[in-house]
C-alpha cells in the first residue's frame, strides 16, 4: 500500500496508482448505470429550477475562461448538504449506496472551456465522473489523465486517480453537465476524518491566496503553518 500524498506536500504525485479503475469492480456504479434514465430525469428537473445557481469553481486559475466551470456540491470533503441532497431523490439514493463516499457534485463545463492539467487533492481517494449531457467525443470534449485520454459517455463512469496529472475540455458548442463523485480509497478508509480535513484546509488556503495573492508568495513552512491554522479553525465550528 502506497503512502498517502497530499498535493500541499509540494511534490509532484509519482505513485503507482493506475489512470483509470473500472467502474464494474463498484455495486453501486452498476446501480447508477441500471437507473441513469431516473437519476437523469430528477438532476434534469433540478436543473430547470435550480441550475441557475450552480457556483463558478473556487479555484479559478484553473480554468480557461472565467466562470466557465460550475458546480453544485451535495457534499464536500465529509459535509453532506442535507437541504440540496434531498432536494434531488435519485441522486440520494445513490449516494447512500456509496461506501466511503467523500464528496459528490453536479458539473457544468460550458462550451469552448479548458480546465487546466494540474493534480489534485490527495491519492486517498477514487475521481468518479458519471456522465449526464455529454454533448460531443475525442477530440472535441475530453479528459486526460496521466497522459491517456478517454471521453465520458451518458450513463456510464469514468473513474481515475485525479492525483496524477490530468485536464479536462470541451470544445464544443453546448454545455457538459456529469455527476462527479469522490470515493475513499478502502485502504485509507480508516483516515477519512483525517484526510478530509486536511482537504478542506487546503482548500482554505488556496482561496486565501486568491484573495490575497502575496500568500502564495510566501514560504513553504509558513504556508503550512497557515495551513494547519485553518484546520484547526474548520475542526472548532
Not at 462550451?111 to 468518479?128: K, L
Not at 482554505?204 to 502564495?216: F, H, I, M, R, S
Request: charged share 25%; proline share 6%.
Amino acid at each position: 500500500m502506497e503512502s498517502i500524498w497530499y498535493s500541499y506536500s509540494g511534490q509532484k504525485y509519482g505513485g503507482g496508482l493506475p489512470a483509470y479503475t473500472d467502474p464494474h469492480e463498484f455495486a453501486w456504479a452498476v446501480w447508477a448505470e441500471e437507473n441513469f434514465a431516473r437519476i437523469r430525469s430528477d438532476v434534469e428537473n433540478w436543473l430547470n429550477a435550480h441550475g441557475h445557481t450552480l457556483k463558478p469553481y473556487f479555484y479559478g486559475t484553473l480554468v480557461s475562461r472565467p466562470d466557465a466551470w460550475k458546480v453544485e456540491p451535495f457534499y464536500n470533503w465529509g459535509r453532506r448538504n442535507e437541504a440540496l441532497c434531498k432536494s434531488i431523490p435519485a441522486l440520494d439514493e445513490l449516494f447512500g449506496r456509496i461506501p466511503g463516499l467523500t464528496s459528490a457534485a453536479i458539473s457544468k463545463l460550458e462550451p469552448g472551456t479548458d480546465i487546466h492539467a494540474h493534480y489534485g487533492d490527495t491519492n486517498a481517494i477514487v475521481r468518479c465522473h458519471f456522465g449526464l449531457q455529454i454533448p460531443g467525443e475525442l477530440p472535441d470534449c475530453g479528459l486526460e489523465v496521466n497522459g491517456k485520454q478517454r471521453a465520458w459517455e451518458e450513463g456510464r463512469w469514468l473513474m481515475f486517480c485525479d492525483a496524477h496529472l490530468h485536464r479536462a475540455w470541451n470544445r464544443t458548442p453546448h454545455a457538459r453537465y456529469v455527476l462527479i463523485v469522490d470515493v475513499m480509497r478502502p485502504e485509507f478508509e480508516k483516515s477519512k476524518a483525517e484526510i478530509c480535513a486536511n482537504v478542506l484546509s487546503m482548500h482554505a488556503l488556496q482561496a486565501l491566496e486568491q484573495k490575497y495573492p502575496v500568500v502564495k508568495k510566501l514560504p513553504g513552512k509558513l504556508r503550512g503553518i497557515i495551513r494547519r491554522m485553518l484546520k484547526r479553525k474548520s475542526a472548532a465550528r
